[in-house]
């Protein structure tokens, strides 16, 4: 794709609005956020005593900017009263720009796990329960976080969650831990969407579960620490633990009804499944961008040549490109069929997408780590960093195990209907063999 913002055949399913505003989200990203990425680490506090406790002031500075330009929650859905109207491949091509570093996405408030939360209430929260948390969190005001991993079973299958909600008159008890709580550590973080079990005994194990609004740090809960990914603690967001011992919650901040958690953490991370693939093509591509500044730049040369002289670097670059665009076309591919249908119903193609783009960006990334040598995996360079956020996304949203095991069998279930075919067209085969006078091969 190069430079264009996005493939000529999509070209048809972005609209003239979404295309001004692209054009804005890149020139915002390339002018504003890419610079501040810098700043933004710098100003988070080395003081443990601090680090979790302000935020770096650039961020808030973005936003004003962002709000300006008209900027702000572009990730919402078309079909939601709240959101500014854009289609999931639109969204897409936003978040491939947003990908490119670290402070764009929440410059705009289109962050993980904001996002995804945000699209819980707008999709299953009731009128009271938006008003109390989705306008905050539309307006920029407070932050989230969503507790659903733990630490001490088998994540991968979300029905293997222990955390308790046991209901006790116009209460939920809750007790258990949970981690990988992203968002838990920022100060502005105001809300919690936790996943719990309230109901262990339902035949029906998808109807076990259920998802209550706790406000963050309620009595009776605990952050425990923030976990690193590779070193980074990434704060003052955090990934964190926390424990929740006889946490008492009012039970009208149950979401949508006892036994409805696993379908609403599935409409929550259909489409949260594709903005994490855009901002990882994203990322892959501002590696590809660091990549040919690197083989090109006249200083750098080995054994009398430009780096980019080397036919080992030209098939790096190559093959970064190839695997981009692919990466790329596969995600508009799910985004599309969300838009057209569901994300129930796109569920093969996003799988398809969160287990090629993740590793994709990983290889694109790794090569231009490798270009760069030993400045590659120092603090010089953005790239380190990068590959240690892209690692996650194999992990987080369902490993690549299990979107593997998904696909495959939705695959086989073509099997009967293939074979089928196929011994009707070597039915056909010897009818013609017969009709022509030809021996059978043996």
């Known amino acids: 794709m190069s430079d264009e913002l996005y493939p000529a055949v999509i070209a048809p399913l972005v609209s ?141 299958d979300a029905t293997n969650i222990q955390l308790s909600m046991r209901r006790e008159g116009n209460e939920y008890v809750l007790n258990g831990r949970k981690w990988w709580a992203s968002g838990a550590g920022d100060p502005r973080c105001k809300v919690w969407l ?18 209550i609004i706790v406000p963050a740090h309620h009595p009776g809960s605990k952050v425990i620490r923030p976990t690193q990914i590779f070193g980074y603690d990434d704060a003052p967001h955090g990934h964190c633990e926390i424990e929740f011992t006889n946490c008492r919650v009012p039970a009208k901040n149950i979401v949508l009804g006892e036994g409805r958690g696993f379908e609403i953490i599935q409409g929550r991370l259909g489409p949260g499944r594709i903005h994490h693939c855009m901002r990882s093509i994203g990322a892959a591509e501002e590696a590809l961008r660091y990549i040919l500044a690197r083989v090109t730049s006249p200083e750098r040369r080995t054994f009398g040549k430009v780096l980019a002289d080397h036919a080992t670097v030209k098939a790096f670059i190559a093959d970064a490109r190839i695997d981009i665009d692919a990466g790329r076309l596969l995600v508009l591919q799910a985004a599309h069929a969300i838009d057209v249908s569901s994300a129930k119903d796109a569920q093969g193609l996003i799988s398809s997408a ?19 040598g030993a400045g590659g995996v120092s603090q010089d360079f953005p790239l380190a960093y990068s590959y240690a956020n892209q690692r996650t996304l194999r992990i987080a949203d369902g490993p690549d195990e299990v979107h593997r095991d998904q696909l495959g069998r939705r695959e086989l279930k073509r099997a009967e209907r293939t074979t089928a075919l196929l011994k009707a067209q070597s039915a056909e085969v010897e009818r013609l063999r017969k009709q022509h006078n030809i021996a059978a091969k043996i």
Not at 123 to 138: C, G
Not at 356 to 364: E, F, K, N, Q, T
Request: glycine share 4%; with cysteine; charged share 25%.
């Open 194 to 211: 936790v996943m719990g079990k309230t109901d262990a005994s339902n035949p029906d194990r998808y109807r076990q579960q259920s998802v």
């Open 16 to 156: 003239k609005r979404a295309h001004e505003t692209l054009v804005k989200v890149k020139k915002f990203v390339d002018e504003e956020c890419i610079p501040a990425d810098t700043i933004y680490h710098e100003q988070v506090s080395h003081d443990p005593s601090k680090r979790w406790a302000s935020v770096p002031p650039i961020i808030e500075e973005l936003k004003v900017k962002a709000k300006k330009l008209g900027l702000w929650n572009m990730f919402l859905h078309a079909h939601y009263k709240e959101g500014p109207g854009f289609t999931n491949v639109e969204y897409g091509l936003m978040a491939e720009q947003l990908g490119r570093c670290l402070v764009a996405s929440e410059a705009v408030n289109c962050a993980a796990p904001d996002t995804g939360n945000m699209e819980v209430f707008a999709k299953y929260a009731n009128e009271e329960q938006k008003r109390e948390w989705l306008v905050p969190l539309l307006e920029g005001r407070i932050r989230s976080a969503f507790c659903m991993t733990e630490r001490f079973t088998a994540s991968s």
């Open 354 to 372: 969160k287990i090629y783009v993740p590793s994709m960006a990983l290889r694109v990334i790794d090569r231009a780590i490798q270009l760069h």
